[in-house]
């Protein structure tokens, strides 16, 4: 996964427990736009979250920061 695309992460996984707690969950579509600007990098992230670690469409913003974060 890019540099680039694991610091939006972490930042949209820490904005929204910052917002919501600890608890709130995600779906692979809260790192982008409404708009389909950039289908690579969404297809990046859905390859990463469907098919490399089969994660449920919304999971745990705790979660998937760490999941990131621990990617190096």
């Not at 996964?1 to 904005?15: F, G, N, T």
């Not at 708009?35 to 670690?53: C, F, G, K, S, Y």
Request: aromatic letters at 10%; hydrophobic letters at 45%; charged letters at 30%.
């Amino acid at each position: 996964m890019r540099a680039s695309l694991k610091q939006k992460i972490l930042e949209v996984c820490d904005r929204r427990i910052s917002e919501k707690g600890p608890s709130v969950g995600v779906s692979f579509y809260a790192f982008f736009a409404n708009r389909n600007d950039d289908p690579e990098l969404l297809m990046e992230v859905a390859e990463w979250w469907i098919r490399t670690n089969r994660l449920d469409h919304f999971e745990k913003a705790a979660k998937i920061r760490t999941m990131v974060a621990d990617l190096g």
